[in-house]
């Protein structure tokens, strides 16, 4: 009998188990053990399970928490570093990174002070007539020869140095080492005196401004143009996206037709141009309209800088408002918005309540990654000469200022291309994990 | 067309399928998904046979793991899904130790699957008729471009479409769904598979092309004797095709017999919600379909016991504790219920006495 | 299809137009004139020059005149920098350089780029995706001008005995190395990126599926199903790419001192020369334009579904 029971792989039997079931095992359930038997899994809000995911992402919290260094550099640096970004600091020219001692810069005076063959001619002819003897010409030609290649300073390869390579050489030979901070002699001076100097960590350009000032108010002005640009592109790409998208039928399709337009022009072009025109037409502005607080507000602004929001206000909303108005047009389409239409709802309601909402996600990480593309933007076209203009540095018009001299002060392309390289890096990086965390069709 | 005849013309070592031997036989299948969330059980255990000219349908909710079962036959298991116990047997050969290109030359030429979304499933790119001559060509090197050309031709005619000469030339998005399906079946069969692997073949489809396609297949399988696995959770479609069903839930075999011991003797409480949940034609006007109630269970963390339980109406205190055995309710109608066992265990107490 | 390209055209042509209203305008738009910086002329010879140039005219006549021309392709001439030069033969002369460049540059990028995107996808999850993927968002984060003078600067002393490149333009082959190199970079990790994403895409479309359960090796699986599928997302980005990629020319003629129109579009916009600004904004609007043109009717060749008389998908 007991055949009957099928012995099927992992669904094994135990006759005793099932000789040893009673009445009581056969009973009904009751609701609530039902209910205890399904282990429930937490149900956690969109967010909350976003911001799971994004931390468990390593790559973008060190991303997140190099850019708050790189916050607190370009925002909180300046209020430390006693320095101004256009501040000229006399005698402090061309400054290096690093310095030397006084003592050892004396050293290497000493070391490579020369004695010229005439000076060596004449303490000879001095030191014969004391004894009462003159020179023939050709005793003093050897002079002249052996002042000469004592002065000479050759490397282990036989090249004779001169200038710099002399120095570098000298140093090595003495053994003086470079110390961190550039300092100028004055400086030095004033340190020997007792004088607190606060060091140029990044050496200072040739007119003697402290470089590390101006890379932290390059990398705040960089930081700055790309969240109020990414933000200005949010507002204008949002509003423009959601009428067009909401309203549909001729109003969309104008709509459209004007974002093809815009999106088939040459952006760099035209962003250049007007960057350039609205350069001008604001200086011109502020130059005749001075005491006005619009003007006042340029000013302080800088019109290269107010003239690139505009040209970004103008053509980089494109693609934000295409991406809003496709979510809005596959939302409009859901139940629920139809329900709060039937129930009488405006138009304006409908998209702040219902719709805004839902595509909040795919906003969040299209503005997040706006801000690397702004900020690389503002480089270029401070690189070019159009966008950030003197006194106010930009790490775009600072490497192209280094070009000149790379060499010499290479460092002065390093800094700010670093600075601007590892922020641009680390926007990427903390929008690709935003947008990992925020799309649930990657929900792992 | 005769199909039979072309069968032995396409290699001397093929074994001419007689109905009723057995083709297929998965032993105790376990199947797992390894997620970052943990392992996921998508099937956990099951077992049937299939014989040459059978159509077995597999039955069961979304999710309920009879796709991946299918996959796990054919070596389409994407990772992070493993196979992780049982065997599968496919004319007495073990296909879970093929190598990977005895894997691919099994793949299309023994068995073909046949997939739910034919809009999605021919590639957009190349014409059709280059997609049904590489499925013949992949298996046959010697085969020249004319003959193959012609091969793919007389399969197109077979599962009924017209205009081949220029059909053959057309991409698929100039093809309809339904003709989009009968390409597919036209790639599954050119290479005279034994068996066939059709997974929710007809879901996306119109319901008159859906008739058209059941009876396209129902012939086809007359003709070849082959083998047909039909998942689908579409239990009009079992009556139309299918000799036996399995019925599948949360990655379980529930129950398991011919067509006709299911629809009129269902063994198990998840069978019968299915079939009351059925529309019918022939129903009494007031009579209303009952849906199941809830949810399927979490298969993250799958409970002990029966993992209908909680959406059973006549669950008892033993299904929340243990896993039913299976119980033989007739000749190859089996079904894994605690119901079951009652009665059985009360039927041998009784013999018990009337013996004793 | 004739009906779809002639609409194209008919597009791109408004486009154009609307790129030259708006460079009219805004070189309209700016205070002052040209002749300011030269030391303040009389007003006698401002009103000559300005009579010479067409600059009295009311705005609306000098641009009817100016797109009467433009039909004519005569762009004006040059009214400081090159001083009554036609801007049409400096355009001959400087465009050819950095086209080559460009060109160049983009053509190694699609070709590294692609493979490079299709093994990472291959082998996703893994240490080869993970070095491939490093060093493809570090790329397009480093604006061009780092790349270009970071490289200038290693082959230039930056790096011992390594002064094998030239790093002043000087036309031969080797001096355009460094700057197709600079110039490429980006558009190369973009598009490996991208590749990646599309080729894994691909992957997990069902008739990848399909075509596995046909039996199909992975090779063939890959290169002929996945690749051809891939491919299409990927030139959707070439037609902005030719447009990034020339502006990023801008830059790179400045470092390396290339004597390109990039470079000289930028001279002339600092030094207000408007005929050369317009002529040059125009010019290369046009070329970007229609590169874009021609990358729309490139898909017609990858993708059959596309239907041009319908104007999409």
């Known amino acids: 009998m007991a055949g009957k029971f099928k012995h099927m792989g992992s669904l094994q039997i135990d006759e005793a188990y099932l000789a040893g079931l009673g009445d009581a095992d056969f009973a009904p359930a009751n609701q609530e053990e039902k209910a205890n038997f399904i282990a429930d899994r937490k149900s956690i809000s969109y967010w909350a399970d976003a911001w799971r995911r994004l931390r468990k992402n390593v790559v973008a919290m060190v991303a997140l928490v190099v850019l708050i260094f790189i916050g607190l550099f370009a925002f909180v640096g300046p209020a430390i570093v006693p320095y101004g970004y256009d501040e000229f600091n006399a005698g402090a020219e061309n400054l290096h990174p690093w310095h030397y001692t006084l003592e050892d810069q004396a050293r290497l005076a000493e070391a490579t002070q020369s004695v010229s063959p005439e000076e060596a001619v004449a303490k000879a002819q001095e030191e014969a007539a004391a004894q009462g003897k003159t020179l023939t010409s050709i005793e003093i030609a050897k002079i002249r020869a052996q002042a000469n290649v004592s002065n000479q300073v050759t490397d282990e390869d036989g090249n004779v140095l001169s200038g710099d390579e002399l120095n570098a050489y000298m140093r090595a030979q003495l053994g003086i080492k470079a110390r961190p901070g550039g300092y100028s002699v004055g400086e030095l001076e004033r340190m020997a005196n007792g004088e607190k100097v606060f060091p140029h960590l990044f050496g200072t350009d040739r007119n003697g401004r402290d470089y590390m000032a101006r890379v932290m108010m390059g990398t705040r002005i960089s930081m700055i143009v790309g969240v109020a640009a990414a933000l200005l592109v949010l507002i204008i790409g949002a509003v423009y996206g959601s009428i067009s998208g909401y309203c549909g039928g001729k109003v969309d399709v104008v709509m459209q037709r004007i974002v093809e337009i815009i999106y088939s022009i040459p952006e760099v072009l035209v962003i250049l141009l007007i960057s350039m025109v609205m350069n001008d037409t604001l200086k011109e502005y502020v130059n005749l309209n001075r005491g006005n607080p619009i003007a006042q507000l340029i000013n302080l602004l800088g019109s290269n800088l107010i003239g690139m929001f505009i040209a970004f206000g103008m053509l980089y909303w494109v693609t934000m408002s295409r991406i809003i108005r496709g979510q809005i047009i596959q939302l409009k389409e859901q139940e629920y918005v139809t329900a709060a239409r039937a129930l009488g709802a405006s138009g304006g309601r409908i998209i702040r309540r219902h719709l805004l909402p839902n595509c909040m996600g795919q906003i969040v990480v299209t503005t997040c990654l706006q801000i690397p593309s702004a900020i690389f933007l503002e480089s270029f076209l401070s690189f070019l000469g159009v966008g950030v203009s003197a006194p106010l540095p930009s790490l775009g018009s600072m490497a192209s200022d280094a070009l000149n001299g790379l060499n010499t002060y290479p460092y002065r392309l390093f800094f700010p291309a670093i600075i601007l390289s590892v922020m641009i890096l680390s926007f990427n990086l903390f929008g690709d994990g935003l947008r990992d965390a925020l799309d649930p069709r990657l929900k792992k | 067309m005769d199909l039979n005849k072309d069968v032995q013309n396409t290699g001397g070592e093929q074994v001419q399928p007689v109905p009723g031997q057995k083709l297929l036989e998965v032993q105790d299948l376990h199947v797992s998904f390894f997620t970052p969330a943990g392992e996921v059980k998508a099937v956990g255990g099951i077992s049937y046979e299939l014989n040459y000219g059978e159509v077995m349908g597999i039955v069961g909710e979304s999710g309920s793991g009879k796709s991946v079962e299918a996959y796990s036959i054919i070596g389409l298991l994407q990772s992070p899904g493993k196979v992780v116990g049982g065997s599968i047997t496919f004319e007495g050969q073990d296909v879970l130790a093929f190598s990977k290109s005895e894997m691919s030359s099994f793949r299309g030429s023994k068995v073909a699957m046949i997939f739910q979304n034919p809009m999605t499933c021919l590639n957009p790119v190349y014409t059709i008729g280059n997609q049904l001559m590489e499925a013949l060509r992949a298996h046959d090197k010697s085969i020249s471009k004319e003959e193959a050309a012609k091969r793919a031709m007389e399969m197109l005619e077979l599962v009924g479409i017209n205009n081949v000469q220029k059909r053959m030339k057309q991409y698929p998005h100039e093809f309809s769904g339904g003709m989009r399906q009968r390409v597919m079946i036209a790639m599954g069969l050119i290479c005279h598979p034994k068996l066939l692997i059709a997974d929710e073949p007809t879901t996306a489809l119109d319901v008159t092309i859906q008739a058209q396609i059941l009876e396209l297949m129902k012939d086809l399988q007359k003709k070849t004797h082959m083998g047909i696995i039909f998942i689908t959770h579409n239990l009009g479609v079992v009556a139309e095709i299918c000799d036996k069903v399995s019925v599948m839930y949360a990655g379980k075999m529930v129950e398991q017999g011919k067509v006709d011991d299911i629809f009129y003797h269902p063994g198990h409480p998840y069978t019968l919600g299915l079939l009351r949940s059925m529309p019918r034609v022939d129903a009494e006007e007031h009579e209303r379909l009952i849906p199941i109630e809830g949810t399927p269970v979490d298969m993250l963390n799958p409970p002990e016991g029966c993992p209908f339980a909680p959406r059973c109406e006549s669950c008892m205190k033993i299904c929340l504790q243990k896993m039913p055995p299976y119980v033989e309710l007739g000749e190859g109608h089996r079904s894994a219920c605690w119901l079951r066992v009652q009665e059985q265990l009360k039927n041998q107490k009784k013999e018990g006495e009337h013996n004793g | ?313």
């Open chain 3, 1 to 313: 299809m004739a009906k779809y390209v002639v609409k194209r055209v008919l597009m791109a042509l408004l486009t154009v137009l609307v790129v030259a209203c708006i460079t009219f305008f805004l070189m309209n738009a700016i205070p002052g004139n040209p002749w300011l910086s030269d030391k303040t002329p009389s007003p006698q010879v401002l009103e000559n020059l300005n009579r010479k140039y067409g600059l009295d005219q009311p705005v609306h006549i000098q641009l009817v005149k100016y797109l009467g021309n433009l039909s004519r392709l005569d762009l004006g001439v040059s009214i400081k920098m090159q001083k009554n030069y036609p801007v049409i033969n400096i355009i001959k002369e400087m465009f050819p350089v950095s086209a080559k460049i460009g060109g160049f540059a983009l053509l190694w990028a699609i070709l590294v780029g692609v493979p490079l995107g299709c093994v990472a996808a291959y082998n996703r999850g893994n240490a080869v995706d993970s070095v491939l993927r490093v060093i493809c968002t570090v790329g397009i984060s480093l604006p061009s001008f780092v790349v270009a003078a970071l490289l200038s600067f290693l082959f230039c002393g930056g790096l011992p005995n390594m002064k094998i490149f030239p790093t002043m333009f000087d036309g031969t082959w080797q001096s355009y190395i460094l700057p197709c190199f600079a110039l490429g970079f980006y558009p190369m990790c973009y598009i490996s990126r991208q590749s990646r994403a599309a080729m894994l895409d691909a992957i997990n479309q069902e008739y990848i599926k399909t075509a596995r359960a046909k039996g199909l090796r992975t090779g063939k699986v890959i290169f002929k199903h996945a690749l051809r599928n891939a491919l299409i997302p990927v030139i959707t980005y070439l037609g902005p790419q030719v447009a990034f990629t020339l502006s990023g020319g801008f830059v790179v003629e400045k470092v390396f001192n290339i004597p390109g129109l990039g470079r000289y579009f930028v001279q002339s916009i600092q030094n207000r020369d408007y005929p050369v600004i317009m002529g040059t904004t125009i010019f290369l609007a046009t070329f970007i334009v229609m590169m874009n043109l021609v990358v729309d009717l490139l898909y017609k060749v990858v993708d059959p579904r596309i239907n041009l008389t319908k104007g999409g998908k």
